[in-house]
């Protein structure tokens, strides 16, 4: 039997996707037609044997109940959440819970970073890891980045030949390697006898340093630093390398990215999610396009590449959308062109308007394109390119232009705006 553990972190985490997470959990964000974690969930049970997800983060329960419940009714494993008292690190709450994961004795369990988007090779992870479990503790998902990249990620010096990580770095500031940590794992259960170690040893410093005036609780522990980093060059810790599709969920461009990666994808897996402008009174549709089937569309409208439209959106007479994400009960007012954009939950935008953002796409033809998460303000303080964002309950007049700009929460424009981010 195998569990698997989705980390969600909590409210404090996430900034860099505001205004996007202001009224929804960054997890639950959709993308491609499904909360984020979703997809997690998805990858998780395809695995067979696979018996229970553990979803630990620290947002109140209030906020994710309504969405364990319907998974649990959808999905034939259990599914819970299990939340921590305060931040306890990526290692943390894995240590506090260790009896729930432990519990029916899993002779594996997954730990995946909710933050991350990918085509989840999980059963070749597990069987991998299985072969060689009797010396390994964990094995953890790695892919090939640039020199540049990886200073930005979990960096590994893998071994070649026996696949050992020998020497681990989280984000360092100079080059160690461009096999960087995916942040998906399967862990043997002994991995609790070193994490009981470290914990022992963290507490120890921290009340001999008197360390109960920072803000970090005693029994925070981070997974890359506190157990990844000592391990490696022990032979516990195994790499295996991914050619899959992989990213992380940071900022909003980063999610018309996913959204486009997780709609192709659907395209072998998952067909039916896609619209085909096929049924007669369909709008034209340019794959790849999901559509809620309780949005209201046009049939003048044309919809796509990379869009997905949320329930309850309402689509008028020629609008054009394009690379963008749609969100519950939108309205998008006649001949109005959305590209590269984000339109949150209840946003109206009025007739003949454009809403258009720049894509910090990687080039994909250049090899180990990965998404970059670009900073939003550059060096010399001005804004950089960047898709464009309405928050929750947006209204943006007829006849007006919005370019590269992030429109914060329940704002009524009356103006076109280029560049701007409105407070
Ligand atoms: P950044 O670039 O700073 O975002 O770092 P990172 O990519 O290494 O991400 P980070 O380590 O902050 O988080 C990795 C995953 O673990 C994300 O899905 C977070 O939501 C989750 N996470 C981070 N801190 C905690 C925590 O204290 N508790 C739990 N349960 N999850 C966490």
Same mark, same amino acid.
């Given at each position: ?120 090779p999980?059963?070749e992870l597990?069987?991998f890891h ?9 094995t953890v998902m790695s ?20 696949q ?22 399967v ?51 195994l790499a295996l390398q991914t ?37 007669? !009174?369909?709008?034209?549709? #340019?794959?790849?396009?999901? &559509?809620?089937? %309780? +949005?209201? *569309?046009?049939?003048?409208?044309? $919809? ?11 689509? !008028?007479?020629?609008?054009? #959308?394009?690379?963008?994400? &749609?969100?519950? %009960? +939108?309205? *998008?007012?006649?001949?109005?062109? $959305? ?85």
């Amino acid at each position: 039997m195998l569990k698997a553990v989705i980390l969600i972190g909590g409210p404090l985490k996430g900034t860099r996707f505001r205004p996007l997470s202001l009224d929804i959990p960054k997890p639950l964000f959709p993308v491609a037609g499904l909360p984020l974690i979703q997809h997690h969930i998805e990858a998780c049970i395809a695995v067979t044997n696979l018996k229970e997800i553990l979803i630990i983060g620290f947002y109140p329960v209030t906020q994710l109940q309504q969405f364990i419940n319907d998974m649990q009714s959808q999905y034939k494993v259990i599914i819970k959440y299990l939340q921590e008292f305060t931040a306890l690190g990526t290692a943390g709450g894995l240590y506090h819970f260790r009896d729930q994961i432990r519990s029916g004795s899993p002779d594996a369990f997954f730990v995946l970073n909710g933050d991350v988007c990918a085509d989840f090779p999980l059963t070749e992870l597990y069987e991998f890891h299985r072969e060689r479990s009797l010396t390994s503790l964990m094995t953890v998902m790695s892919t090939e980045a640039t020199r540049q990249q990886s200073l930005n990620f979990g960096c590994m010096v893998v071994d070649k030949t026996t696949q050992e990580v020998t020497h681990y770095v989280e984000k360092p500031s100079s080059y160690v390697s461009t096999s960087i940590n995916c942040g998906i794992y399967v862990f043997s259960l002994k991995i609790f006898n070193f994490m009981g170690e470290t914990f022992n040893i963290k507490q120890e410093e921290y009340y001999k340093n008197d360390n109960g005036n920072v803000n970090k609780d005693a029994g925070y522990l981070q997974l890359e630093q506190d157990i990844l980093t000592p391990l490696a060059g022990t032979g516990k810790i195994l790499a295996l390398q991914t050619t899959n599709w992989w990213s992380q969920l940071k900022t909003a461009n980063s999610a018309i990215y996913a959204n486009r990666h997780y709609l192709g994808l659907y395209k072998q897996k998952h067909p039916e999610r896609l619209a085909t402008g096929k049924k007669a !009174e369909q709008c034209t549709i #340019i794959a790849d396009v999901h &559509i809620d089937p %309780s +949005a209201t *569309i046009d049939s003048t409208a044309v $919809i796509g590449p990379n869009v997905s439209i949320g329930p309850d959106v309402v689509i !008028e007479a020629g609008v054009r #959308i394009k690379e963008s994400i &749609i969100l519950d %009960s +939108a309205f *998008i007012g006649e001949r109005s062109l $959305i590209l590269h954009s984000i339109i949150g939950r209840n946003s109206r935008v009025g007739k003949w308007a454009r809403v258009e953002g720049t894509p910090s796409d990687p080039d994909p033809n250049k090899p180990f394109a990965k998404m970059e998460n670009p900073k939003l303000f550059n060096n010399d303080g001005r804004l950089n390119p960047s898709i464009t964002i309405l928050g929750c309950s947006v209204s943006v007049p007829s006849e007006t232009i919005l370019l590269n700009s992030i429109v914060l929460p329940n704002k009524e424009l009356s103006r076109s705006i280029k560049n701007e981010i409105i407070l």
